[in-house]
């Protein structure tokens, strides 16, 4: 059933002078799934994630949200459709406090989110939903401390936070643990795992370790096309998806 599937794309197609970096592909995203795209490097990954969230417009195909045509949309109109790609509709700030952070993200929700003259105090009104987003991403306890003490892994929670702000149906992910150490990428991959809890997520992830944690479908990417797709257990046995991942196999990727 169509209602089944929150995104959809139907022969999504990519041309950069004759040279196709993705071709035909038909994705289907399940609602409430925490669904992977992943393939090696030139696959396709990245220019299918641009496409979806309309920094780039397809040569041909069609994009479906919640059943309707979002393929002439722009970026900005399927953010308040409900569409966000975090880490880069976010606001973050380096000089402002966690706590200021999230609120300027909460700012949308009064109609006055560029409007920084504003007194402080008119956005007070934020502080108990900017609290409860710093807690659910496990910041509550670095509120008063500014962007600019955290650490990687931190800083990336807090963009999540900020993206949560705008209360996003479906969250996009684009590389949540690159350039991340041991520690930090279980801390991200659990908050994936609790943000997932009410919303679907689709993310573009190099890390096979934390694709197997988390997801419930994976699509392999390769050459531009879908070359395999199914959970993990399946995906990760395909001879073809072997051999894309330079015939060493998943395992000896993961991680």
């Known amino acids: ?113 560029l409007h920084f003259w504003r007194s402080e105090s008119s956005l007070d009104v934020l502080n108990d939903r900017a609290m409860e987003l710093l807690e659910d991403v496990g910041l509550g306890g670095y509120a008063t401390q500014t962007a600019a003490e955290l650490s990687y892994g931190r800083k990336r929670a807090l963009e999540i936070a900020t993206t949560l702000a705008l209360d996003p149906e479906l969250l996009l992910l684009d590389e949540p643990t690159s350039g991340m150490g041991r520690e930090d990428i279980g801390r991200t991959a659990d908050l994936i795992r609790r943000v997932s809890k009410d919303r679907t997520v689709l993310m573009v992830e190099h890390n096979l370790s934390v694709v197997s944690d988390l997801s419930d479908i994976i699509t392999v990417l390769s050459r531009g096309e879908i070359l395999a797709e199914g959970p993990y257990s399946e995906v990760s046995k395909n001879p073809e998806v072997v051999e894309a991942y330079m015939g060493t196999g998943l395992e000896a990727n993961h991680g």
């Open 1 to 113: 059933m169509a209602e089944d599937y929150i995104l959809e794309t139907r022969d999504l197609t990519k041309e950069f002078k004759g040279f196709a970096a993705v071709q035909g592909v038909d994705l289907k995203v399940r609602r409430g799934s925490i669904h992977a795209l992943i393939g090696p490097n030139g696959a396709g990954k990245t220019t299918c994630f641009n496409l979806i969230t309309k920094f780039l417009q397809p040569t041909r195909g069609t994009i479906l949200y919640n059943g309707a045509d979002i393929t002439s949309a722009k970026s900005a109109d399927i953010a308040r459709l409900g569409m966000v790609r975090s880490f880069q509709i976010s606001a973050t700030f380096l000089h402002l406090t966690l706590l200021e952070n999230v609120r300027v993200a909460l700012q949308r929700q009064l109609g006055t989110a």
